[in-house]
């Protein structure tokens, strides 16, 4: 599977960004994508996830009400759409996939097998 994330950029405070995350290769082998991201000097952190095949979503807390996951299985992409973004939202975001069920480990960034490359969303005025 691989894994091809777009969409980041600058944007000012309370602004809105779409990240995109394209799959191809063994798709049918992915049972939930999920986005996380890391701030300079944080750990990895999930931020949503959504299951390949279904509407089953989670969410951080600390996005909640801003972020929405949402997936077009016929184009094998899921996007976040980010809105009120927050200085703190500021971070290396990557979209990760994994065939596991095992929902209790849905954030744990080791139990996903394929990782797409980050993009950089920069919130700030």
């Known amino acids: 599977v691989q894994l091809q994330a777009s969409g980041g950029g600058l944007v000012q405070p309370g602004g809105s960004l779409r990240l995109s995350c394209a799959a191809s290769?063994?798709?049918?082998?992915?049972?939930?994508l999920g986005w996380f991201r890391q701030a300079p000097g944080k750990e990895r952190e999930l931020v949503a996830a959504i299951r390949w095949s279904g509407s089953s979503t989670y969410y951080a807390d600390s996005v909640k009400g801003r972020f929405t996951i949402s997936g077009d299985n016929a184009k094998n992409t899921v996007y976040l759409q980010m809105n009120s973004l927050k200085a703190e939202d500021t971070a290396i975001y990557s979209c990760a996939a994994r065939s596991s069920r095992n929902i209790v480990a849905i954030a744990t960034p080791t139990s996903y097998d394929y990782w797409g490359q980050g993009t950089q969303v920069t919130v700030s005025s």
């Open positions: 290769g063994r798709t049918f082998s992915i049972y939930s």
